[in-house]
């Protein structure tokens, strides 16, 4: 029982993650139709960010309170994983809008390989080790024998990726942003009409997608307390194969999605196979898609001849 | 064409303003550059992780983005327009599909030549590379690119899992070898036949969905048989991975020093150039088997069938096309195709691993199908010949250490080009570089579909 929900815990803080990182697929999808296949590096390029601001901020500069350190980290880190994405958005999607269906997920398949081999080029090829900390764990349990353990890092995922999607909501469902961008979703010709800045909110929704999937990134930063630059492909598609399940398009479903891939990987590692997890994830997205395209809660998709 | 005009920045008057966007963009740049480029993460001798600042590179990055917007907003609208040239060749006429038939046989001509032009002009040391290197290296992803054109290029169905399929080929060719110990050219028809039934047994289930939902979806299937291939030890060795692959015999020869070898029967003198030069041949053979192939099978009901669903799939099937047998079809005979080429891998490197069958190597032949144009067998080669050979020649630019320093490894940055290259090509192609494609059936006059009339979305 104790094992169970361990392994609960830790699916759940996962499943943060990765639900994170699925809004940004989901929203990318959502209004341009597109799979932004970069934004698994993006993610990447956000945990060296993250890692190379606490360096900074701890090492060099000397600041005492880690509390103040993290929170500058994030909002820096999201800062600038959020300018990669804009630029990104610029210089290698724009200019396809309208071409044909494949050529900008032609585009950010060789956007992804440029982000991960400039990573590599710059900072090297080894895996890169953060300084551990948050690593106190609090014990639930009567205290004889197993008990369930909670880092103080998992519980600070959870709560700033529970923080940060209330945020969010917020900004999509009651701010004018949002009501542009929920516009353009539904029908960007007649949002364009009706005086919405289209290029303007499809940069905005990349922006948005990359400055969670930079939170994210210093989350996993903590967690894993190792960066290494192929960590974009694998998480990537973890995140987008929670996109798929919670149903493409719907906000809710991302992170439905990613706590559920997050739950599912934690548990099969711990009962079955850890060698297969990422098996279990990539089948999880294939078996999606085969009998449920749209998703736990997404809309059906419609084929208009 | 009007796009293209209207992409082009207007012309700017005064210099001030250029020189304050340029800023603008440099200042962009820095924001990008600073942590990625300034700071690296790097061990000291205590194995703690320290920053080594390298502001140099930052200044360089920067000053290389003011340049290249000052550049582009002075120089580049007052280049003399192109389209007017690009709308008289929107008509096409037999001038042009002569020169591209005439190009082919000449690119022909000078692959039969190779391995005797590379041993005239770099001598017996320099031509095993020189063929080996670029021309089997080529060659194989020639062979790779009109496989996969098949999927993607005939029938519109985009495959990002493809090399599961040259992973079955090379690991059935390792496995028959060492479990039956057959020779490669037993190995050969069969791992082609094994990669088809896979083609099969994966293609059933998903070709039902559509565009990006089956990139991923074979995205995900060429995942998980690398992965099992790295964890089914007893069958597979994992990440080790299965050596002693016997090389293919000419006719029963082996190419080796012994008696019985191809040099001794010949009476030449031994050199591993002889097996060089033949599994150029080889695969020259193969490569050239699957082009004909393909455009035999592009005159028959199936291959137009595939034609009719990448340009509408709803029509098809009101026409009465079965397009679950047409996709699987081209889903299996571009799989076979590429089980060939993955057994004729195994038995050139004579050992096989995971790590060659990485998502990278199903990116790289989709980007070669895509930039080349899709169906277009011609613009496949030329764009196969442009990304490996422009990748493999960094690995000769050894005076390029003389300019950056000792350290300077230009393969590390094989890779990151490649990725460049593919966004670059896209946005400056978006069609490929042979974007017209000449329809199989003509009614009455010959006319060829140019990207212009295509419809958004049907290609």
């Avoid at chain 1, 945020?167 to 353009?184: D, E, M, N, P, S």
Wanted: aromatic share 12%; proline share 4%.
């Amino acid at each position: 029982m104790e094992y169970f929900v361990q392994q609960l815990i830790n699916g759940v803080t996962l499943g943060s993650i990765y639900g994170l990182i699925a809004i940004g697929y989901t929203m990318v999808f959502g209004i341009i139709g597109m799979v932004n296949f970069a934004h698994g590096d993006v993610f990447m390029v956000s945990t060296f960010i993250a890692l190379i601001f606490l360096m900074v901020l701890t090492q060099v500069l000397g600041l005492g309170s880690l509390a103040i350190a993290l929170f500058i980290v994030l909002v820096l880190a999201m800062l600038l994983t959020s300018l990669w994405a804009w630029v990104i958005e610029r210089l290698a999607y724009r200019p396809l809008r309208g071409s044909f269906r494949l050529a900008p997920l032609i585009s950010a398949i060789g956007m992804s390989i440029f982000l991960s081999n400039l990573v590599q080029v710059t900072q090297g090829p080894r895996y890169k080790p953060a300084p551990s900390i948050l690593s106190d764990v609090i014990t639930l349990g009567d205290g004889t024998g197993y008990g369930v353990t909670i880092s103080h890092k998992q519980l600070l995922i959870v709560a700033v990726t529970a923080v940060l999607l209330a945020g969010f909501w917020y900004l999509v469902q009651k701010t004018a942003i949002g009501r542009a961008q929920r516009a353009c979703e539904q029908d960007r010709r007649m949002a364009a009409l009706l005086g919405v800045d289209v290029d303007r909110t499809i940069a905005l929704t990349f922006v948005l997608g990359a400055a969670l999937a930079a939170v994210a990134g210093l989350m996993f930063m903590i967690y894993y307390g190792v960066v290494h630059f192929n960590d974009g492909f694998v998480p990537g598609v973890k995140a987008f194969t929670a996109a798929v399940l919670g149903g493409i398009g719907s906000l809710p479903g991302a992170v439905l999605g990613g706590l559920l891939i997050g739950l599912i990987e934690t548990f099969w590692s711990a009962y079955f196979s850890i060698d297969y997890k990422d098996v279990a994830t990539f089948s999880i997205l294939a078996i999606t898609l085969i009998f449920l395209p749209s998703g736990l809660l997404g809309k059906p998709e419609v084929e208009k001849v | 064409m009007a796009a293209a005009a209207a992409a082009r920045p207007p012309v700017q008057r005064s210099l001030a303003a250029a020189i304050r966007d340029a800023a603008g963009t440099a200042l962009l740049a820095l924001g990008l550059a600073v942590p990625i480029l300034a700071l690296r993460i790097d061990q000291n001798i205590n194995n703690e992780p320290v920053l080594r600042p390298r502001w140099d590179y930052v200044a360089i990055a920067v000053g290389l983005a003011f340049a290249a917007r000052l550049a582009y907003l002075l120089i580049w609208p007052r280049l003399p327009s192109r389209a007017p040239a690009r709308m008289q060749s929107a008509s096409p006429s037999d001038a042009r599909a002569h020169f591209a038939r005439a190009f082919a046989a000449g690119g022909l001509i000078l692959l039969v030549l190779y391995p005797l032009l590379a041993l005239a002009l770099s001598g017996r040391a320099g031509a095993i590379k020189w063929i080996d290197n670029f021309g089997i290296q080529i060659l194989i992803y020639v062979m790779l690119g009109w496989g996969l054109n098949i999927v993607v290029g005939l029938a519109g169905l985009l495959d990002l899992g493809y090399v599961a399929f040259y992973a079955v080929g090379a690991y059935s060719t390792a496995l028959l070898v060492h479990n039956f110990g057959f020779g490669f050219w037993i190995c050969l028809p069969l791992a082609g036949i094994f990669a088809a039934l896979w083609g099969i047994l994966l293609g059933f289930p998903v070709l039902r969905l559509r565009g990006d939902y089956l990139a991923i979806v074979t995205l995900a299937f060429g995942e998980i048989i690398r992965l099992v291939l790295i964890n089914w030890v007893p069958v597979t060795n994992g990440y080790a991975g299965i050596s002693g692959i016997p090389r293919p015999t000419f006719f029963g020869l082996p190419f080796n020093a012994s008696e019985q070898g191809f040099a001794a029967f010949f009476g030449l003198e031994f050199t591993p150039l002889h097996r060089t030069i033949f599994l150029f041949y080889v695969i020259l053979a193969l490569a050239l088997l699957t082009n004909w192939v393909t455009l035999r099978l592009r005159c028959l009901p199936v291959g137009r069938a595939w034609e009719a669903l990448r340009e509408d799939e709803i029509a098809c099937r009101s026409l009465g096309i079965n397009t679950t047998n047409t996709k699987l079809t081209a889903f299996a005979i571009g799989a076979g195709f590429g089980g060939f080429a993955g057994s004729f891998f195994a038995a050139r490197q004579g050992f096989i691993s995971p790590e060659s069958f990485t998502f990278m190597e199903s990116a790289m032949v989709v980007a070669i199908v895509v930039l080349g144009g899709m169906g277009s067998q011609l613009g496949v080669a030329i764009a196969a010949v442009a990304m490996i050979g422009g990748t493999e020649i960094l690995r000769e630019l050894d005076w390029l250490k003389h300019v950056f320093g000792a350290d300077f490894e230009p393969t590390q940055y094989r890779m990151l080009l490649f990725g460049l290259a593919m966004v670059v090509l896209m946005i400056w192609r978006p069609r490929g570089l042979i974007a017209t494609r000449q329809p199989s059936i003509f009614l009455r006059e010959r006319r060829a579909v140019r990207a212009g009339l295509v419809k958004e979305g049907h290609g």
